[in-house]
């Protein structure tokens, strides 16, 4: 990412927007561990019908999550009569639900906001210096290639901005608020599926690397096509009165045809990196499973406290497997980042007097 790391100042001109983003994850995350937390005592709770499983084990201790909260509040909720129960497990569903959507809006278009004031910045300022260069940068640079860059590249660079670095924040804090969750109600259990994060995370970078390198061939490719375009159309009369409709025909055939076959190679790494989190993910859980069924089984362990675990295990691979997509989005990104800020740094030959 150091191309992206270059139009970091453009991202500060949105400060405020960043800061209302990022509570808004903040808040979304914590919503999320919140699922996690409930889901084990609720399921406990329809079997039996006894509130009371929500808040203490099977020994009738109070859990060890509840033990965040104030007395007031476990008491208030073991005190809940069995007319309300039925009342009281929707409500506290519905006002779950309703933080985490208007947090995910709130983030949703503060990122959008930030991913266009980034996209107008970065695309100006690209602009403003093409304006100022000698007119033998232009004898050197085709006008096709420019106008690709300003158009196709700086788009890409707003779906990174949007659909990378807003996920970039959001899921590792939503992974945090889990793992957290997780820490405290099982140290020793968690620090065992800890192991898998590095093993799902590999295959994410080694695929990331290989799509950046495609982009960037696919992104050159796509420049070509319009290279080729705009030339043939500008000068039609040129070619026409010279019979040089093969030959044109003949070169856009021939950068069309490297990038169909860069796509496909892009399309192949996405195709096969699902199918491999999809199989590492469904492996973890299963080793997962079959660990927490013995434990219920031989030690007589709470089914709720492991049902709370179980839940936060699984709402993690919705984190992991959206990283793996943010990836698309940074590979790419970087790859026209790196040729917007080639013309946006790049020097003019014409100097003022002193």
């Not at 309300?84 to 409500?91: L, N």
């Not at 990174?160 to 140290?187: A, H, K, N, Q, T």
């Not at 984190?319 to 970087?334: H, N, Q, R, S, W």
């Amino acid at each position: 990412m150091k191309a992206l790391k270059r139009i970091v100042p453009d991202i500060r001109n949105e400060r405020a927007s960043l800061i209302t983003a990022v509570g808004c994850m903040v808040v979304y995350a914590i919503s999320t561990a919140f699922y996690a937390f409930v889901s084990g005592p609720l399921l406990k709770f329809l079997f039996t019908g006894n509130l009371a499983d929500i808040v203490l084990d099977s020994e009738g201790n109070v859990r060890d999550t509840w033990k965040l909260f104030p007395q007031e509040v476990v008491d208030t909720v073991l005190n809940i009569q069995t007319d309300d129960i039925a009342f009281f497990v929707p409500v506290l569903l519905i006002i779950a639900a309703t933080i985490k959507g208007i947090s995910q809006a709130g983030q949703f278009y503060c990122l959008g906001r930030i991913a266009q004031g980034v996209l107008q910045r970065l695309r100006q300022r690209v602009f403003d210096n093409l304006l100022s260069q000698a007119p033998d940068f232009f004898t050197k640079r085709s006008h096709g290639d420019l106008l690709s860059r300003l158009t196709n590249d700086a788009n890409l660079v707003e779906q990174s901005m949007f659909y990378g670095i807003g996920p970039l924040i959001r899921e590792p804090l939503v992974l945090v608020s889990l793992l957290g969750y997780l820490l405290y109600s099982d140290p020793k259990l968690a620090m065992v599926t800890f192991i898998t994060i590095p093993i799902a995370a590999l295959p994410i970078v080694r695929f990331t690397k290989w799509l950046k390198k495609v982009s960037t061939r696919g992104q050159a490719a796509q420049a070509s096509i319009n290279i080729a375009s705009y030339e043939a159309l500008a000068g039609v009369q040129v070619v026409q009165a010279f019979t040089n409709e093969a030959q044109e025909s003949k070169r856009l055939g021939s950068a069309g045809f490297e990038y169909y076959n860069q796509m496909l190679i892009s399309y192949f790494i996405r195709a096969v990196r699902t199918p491999i989190m999809e199989i590492l993910g469904a492996a973890a859980l299963a080793a997962l499973l079959a660990f927490l069924t013995h434990q219920i089984r031989t030690n007589q362990a709470d089914a709720a406290h492991y049902m709370s675990f179980l839940a936060a295990f699984f709402f993690m691979y919705d984190p992991i497997k959206k990283l793996g997509k943010v990836a698309d989005y940074l590979a790419t990104g970087e790859a026209a980042a790196e040729r917007l800020l080639e013309i946006a740094e790049c020097e003019s030959s014409i100097q003022n007097a002193p």
